[in-house]
Nanobody
C-alpha cells in the first residue's frame, strides 16, 4: 500500500515536501517513484529511487529542484520540491515496482500506485 501526503497550495519559488508512506513490502527490493499528471496532460515520471543501491533518476524538468529520498525508520519516501513554478501544478502520485537489483529508472512499468496528492503552484 502507498499513501501520499503533503500536497497543497504554494507560491511560485516556494517549497513543498511530499511523503509516500509504504507498507506490505520490503522496499529494498523495489523501485519507488513519483509521477505527476496535470489537467489535460499525460502522466509524467519525475523521480525514481532504487531500493537496491539508492540510485536516483530525475526528469529534466525537475533536475536540480526536486530530491527523492527514503527514511527506512518511517517507511516513507519523500519528494522535496524547491523553486516551484506554476508548471509543477499537478496531482502527484507515488508508485512502486518489484525490481530487485535494478537501478533507478523513469521508464519502468510501475504496478502499485497511491491515490495521489494535489500540488498547486500559484504565480
Amino acid at each position: 500500500q502507498l499513501v501520499e501526503s503533503g500536497g497543497g497550495l504554494v507560491q511560485a519559488g516556494g517549497s513543498l515536501r511530499l511523503s509516500c508512506t509504504y507498507s506490505g513490502f520490503d522496499a529494498d527490493d523495489y523501485l519507488i517513484a513519483w509521477f505527476r499528471q496535470a489537467p489535460g496532460k499525460e502522466r509524467e515520471a519525475v523521480a525514481c529511487l532504487s531500493g537496491t543501491d539508492y540510485s536516483t533518476r530525475y526528469a529534466d524538468s525537475v533536475e536540480g529542484r526536486f530530491t527523492i529520498s527514503r527514511d527506512n525508520r518511517r517507511n516513507t519516501v519523500y519528494l522535496q520540491m524547491r523553486s516551484l513554478i506554476p508548471e509543477d501544478t499537478a496531482v502527484y502520485y507515488c508508485a512502486a515496482e518489484f525490481a530487485p537489483g535494478i537501478r533507478a529508472s523513469l521508464i519502468r512499468e510501475f504496478d502499485h500506485w497511491g491515490q495521489g496528492t494535489q500540488v498547486t503552484v500559484s504565480s
